[in-house]
């Protein structure tokens, strides 16, 4: 039995919202899409942690989760 992937990389999202990796990560530390994303900095840390939750952001995007075939 498979299990679902709740979780997407930074590239997985903004390849599935049309967005450059970088510019989502950007909106992400602002706060653009807290329906399925969540960016966190921890103290002094110049680096960011992202959390991008993926039946949320298929929810947002009004389309299924992807069905993984075998090749």
């Not at 399925?36 to 009004?62: C, D, M, Q």
């Amino acid at each position: 039995m498979e299990k679902k992937k709740n979780r997407l990389s930074t590239k997985e999202a903004a390849e599935l919202l049309g967005l450059p990796e970088q510019t989502l990560r950007v909106f992400i530390q602002y706060g653009k899409f807290p329906e399925f994303a969540l960016g966190v900095k921890i103290g002094n840390s110049k680096h960011w942690t992202y959390y991008i939750n993926a039946p949320r952001l298929y929810e947002y995007l009004k389309m299924k989760e992807p069905v993984q075939t075998a090749i």
